[in-house]
């Protein structure tokens, strides 16, 4: 059945199954995803260096102006809004909505080629607290791969949406955390991070074979050897948390899987400076708000650097992006937090630059740039926080989702946020056992910063040393990811529901478009029968921009929840 409704002239495609396909598709594999071919954006991140960035150039600075509307598709029962960043490859583009749906559509017209929509736990789903968004989809091998919020991994024929195979791989009715974010496929193998930070389970990153969905191997985040076991005193491992829930990278040269790991629980800690040796979780922590290299054939560690020991404050290294470049002959990873700093590392994680993104920090006076040692920790015992708010806001100084590398430029445009929070630390009982509900461990509230009123911030700057080129500002911090492309363009979906593009050289703002909801995902660009493409998707709704009502009013109050659009835009 397909079902055709209108929307300003323009055809939306609801639910509709037709039987097209690609009569020129490619097998999506290793080398493919490397090549990074200018038509397609085949990973998460649009290929394995992480840089967000498309090579077509037929929209560019000079047209941008005249960027319409081609074609929207509604997915449905959007609870929570659009998350999802989209993919595609041959002309056809694949995404997820709420509720683990999928959908691949025509990338020229819009027309419904399959959905998926998996059979879920509802009571399950209801009481798990960061349900039901999906941050997205993997291609590889004709296959589409989707985690679901009850803990499965599903390979789906990617001509079709048949369901090839499905694997259970957390019993989420015992632990009450599932996936949410995309799986990468790399070499044969699918990897996928559960959610959540803030309970037991321990963080378990998975590989699983892409061609029978068999499990291949785990690794916990949460003490995962014998060595981290020891960061965390009185068997407080047992509390849990460092879910790797963001797609990590893969390093074809070193055959390693990149990944970021989330906070330990409770979230906060009540041991203050002597953390080492009391309150909830004693010691370091391994490997929570940590960065990891894994063999990608046995899951083994190779490698990692702890962003931060002792994650007290949910600044976590969650952060999926792992951009990997080369400048003077060394090659380099730079992988933002949510703690508003920026790691540089070479491709064995060990630390050669270290600087802000943001300007309101005080949960450490400053992190060393050779070492990555932290200095001067602000750590909290029990009450309330009272000299000063503490900054970032528990959103971070850098949220989860993408900004962009441009290998033209050499810039990198990030977004920043400039908020604070007001504390108080509860000595609460450290839950060892699974439950429904975070383990937070303090009441807080989103304040300014010192310096004056909340705003966000883009801004373009050396990927390496951090120098500022330019900066554009927002009222509020824009939650969506960020697109450069070869057309000189930087495009940013802001909070406000306005799609932005701007010169990649200076920053003026040369066009945009209101997409009439927030943004709090994924934007794209591919070619579909030659022509270029900008693919966002919009909808609101979620841990962090269900904030965004009560402190800045205005839009945010009317702005539905439960709602959302896959936007796609080209020339006239």
């Not at 037709?18 to 999506?28: K, P, R």
């Not at 000079?62 to 809004?81: E, F, K, Q, Y």
């Not at 490997?287 to 994650?311: A, M, R």
């Not at 450490?364 to 806001?393: A, H, N, Q, W």
Request: overall charge negative.
């Amino acid at each position: 059945m397909k079902t055709w409704w209108c929307y300003s002239g323009l055809p939306l495609v609801v639910g509709a199954t037709l039987t097209v396909s690609s009569a020129l598709a490619q097998t999506v594999d290793t080398a493919r995803i490397e090549a990074a071919g200018q038509n397609d954006w085949l990973t998460y991140h649009g290929s394995y260096k992480s840089y967000h960035y498309s090579p077509l150039s037929q929209i560019n600075a000079g047209n941008v102006g005249n960027l319409s509307v081609a074609w929207m598709h509604i997915p449905g029962r959007s609870t929570r809004g659009l998350q999802s960043m989209p993919v595609a490859a041959d002309g056809v583009l694949y995404y997820s909505g709420s509720y683990s749906r999928v959908f691949a559509l025509n990338g020229a017209t819009g027309e419904v080629i399959w959905s998926y929509f998996p059979e879920l736990d509802e009571a399950l789903i209801a009481r798990q607290t960061h349900s039901p968004y999906n941050r997205g989809v993997a291609l590889g091998e004709g296959k589409v791969f989707v985690g679901t919020m009850d803990g499965r991994l599903f390979g789906l024929d990617a001509k079709t949406g048949k369901v090839l195979w499905e694997t259970k791989l957390i019993d989420s009715q015992k632990l009450t955390v599932g996936f949410t974010g995309a799986p990468l496929y790399a070499k044969g193998t699918v990897i996928i991070g559960s959610q959540g930070g803030e309970w037991p389970g321990r963080g378990p990153i998975f590989a699983v074979d892409a061609t029978t969905g068999k499990k291949k191997w785990e690794f916990l985040t949460v003490a995962g050897t014998d060595d981290a076991m020891k960061t965390w005193g009185n068997d407080s491992w047992r509390t849990g948390g460092g879910g790797g829930w963001m797609p990590g990278t893969y390093d074809s040269e070193t055959n390693t899987v990149l990944w970021g790991t989330a906070n330990p629980a409770p979230l906060y800690d009540w041991s203050g400076a002597d953390f080492k040796t009391q309150g909830a979780r004693p010691g370091d922590n391994l490997y929570t708000s940590s960065v990891i290299g894994l063999d990608l054939d046995t899951g083994k560690l190779k490698f990692y650097h702890q962003e931060l020991p002792h994650d007290a404050w949910d600044f976590d290294s969650a952060v999926g992006e792992f951009v990997m470049l080369e400048r003077d002959g060394q090659k380099y990873v730079v992988h933002p937090n949510k703690g508003g700093f920026v790691f540089v590392y070479d491709r064995n994680l060990a630390v050669k630059n270290v600087w802000p993104l943001v300007q309101n920090i005080n949960f450490v006076k400053s992190i060393d740039p050779k070492t990555g040692e932290l200095i001067g920790r602000r750590d909290f015992s029990v009450g309330k926080v009272t000299e000063m708010p503490l900054c970032p806001y528990i959103g971070g100084g850098i949220s989860w989702n993408s900004g962009s590398y441009n290998p033209k430029t050499g810039l990198y445009y990030k977004l920043g946020q400039e908020w604070c929070m007001t504390l108080d630390i509860q000595k609460t009982t450290p839950v060892t056992t699974p439950q429904a509900q975070l383990n937070i461990g303090a009441d807080f509230k989103m304040a300014p910063p010192p310096s004056g009123e909340i705003y966000g911030h883009l801004d373009a700057r050396d990927p390496i040393t951090g120098e500022k080129k330019w900066e554009v500002r927002y009222p509020e911090p824009p939650l969506g990811s960020v697109l450069s492309t070869a057309g000189n363009l930087v495009f940013v979906p802001d909070s406000r529901g306005i799609l932005h593009a701007y010169d990649a050289d200076n920053g003026a703002e040369l066009w945009n478009h209101s997409d009439g909801t927030g943004h709090q995902g994924g934007i794209i660009s591919y070619s579909a029968n030659g022509k270029q493409y900008i693919a966002v998707t919009a909808g609101f709704g979620g841990m962090l921009s269900d904030d965004y009502a009560p402190n800045f009013g205005g839009v945010y109050k009317s702005m539905p929840r439960d709602d959302g659009a896959l936007i796609v835009y080209s020339l006239k």
